[in-house]
């Protein structure tokens, strides 16, 4: 079946703008997870989603970060006046009903702060 | 100190080889070992999953947990070109999110 997707595949914006990168994970996975992959520090979690609610946020950097998702399925993950750190790839993955389960990853979101 | 140290190698290995990738990790709480591999530009993918201490085999690949020690460990015998990767070590409690290690980059020469 489908894996999990992500879009777009990069995105190069200009600092002090806002974007937008969305996560669809697999069909029937109620867990759903944001983490960013930098060079200097490596992949670091942000946010988990068990359905539409978030119990932890812990990994969110600073409050120009936000995510939702709606439905129990598709999730945003916004960052607000985007700054030249924020450059990374943003990795989405799902597991079936969170815990210890296998999380699977999609291809991630390239971002580019100019 | 990190919670999943990691060496960051590189690591640049012979067709055919043995290779060995370690991590240690610092909190007891963690229950669920993972080994994640990742090609250029790509996810990382679930490679090994380990629940306990002992060692977990597939094939070409041996996943070893020590809690005692905690210490993990992936050993890939036979080597190949293909295997040319970052390969991630990851662990989570009950908590569900992975804690990563930076991960090692491994080049298997032919």
């Known amino acids: 079946g489908a894996g999990v997707s992500q879009s777009p595949s990069n995105k190069v914006t200009e600092k002090g703008k806002d974007v937008e990168l969305r996560c669809d994970p697999i069909s029937g996975h109620t867990a759903l997870y944001w983490y960013r992959q930098s060079l200097g520090q490596g992949l670091e979690f942000l946010i988990y989603f068990q359905g539409n609610s978030a119990p932890d946020k812990s990994g969110l950097p600073s409050d120009r970060f936000s995510a939702e998702r709606t439905g129990g399925s598709v999730s945003t993950l916004t960052i607000q006046r985007t700054q030249q750190e924020d450059s990374a790839v943003y990795l989405c993955?799902?597991?079936?009903?969170?815990?210890?389960?296998?999380?699977?990853f999609g291809p991630g979101t390239r971002l580019l702060v100019l | 100190q990190k919670e999943v140290e990691q060496d960051p190698g590189p690591l640049s290995v012979p067709e055919g080889a043995i290779v060995s990738l370690n991590c240690t990790y610092s909190?007891?709480?963690?229950?669920?070992f993972m080994w994640y591999r990742q090609y250029s530009r790509k996810g990382p993918e679930l490679l090994m999953y380990?629940?306990?201490?002992g060692n977990k085999e597939d094939g070409r690949f041996t996943a070893q947990v020590d809690k005692s020690s905690k210490y993990i460990s992936l050993f890939i015998r036979d080597s190949q070109p293909s295997d040319s990767a970052t390969y991630l070590c990851a662990t989570t409690g009950a908590n569900s999110k992975l804690t990563f290690g930076k991960g090692i980059t491994l080049s298997v020469r032919p």
């Open positions: 380990t629940y306990s201490s």
């Open positions: 909190n007891s709480a963690f229950q669920y």
């Open positions: 993955a799902s597991s079936l009903s969170g815990g210890g389960e296998t999380q699977y």
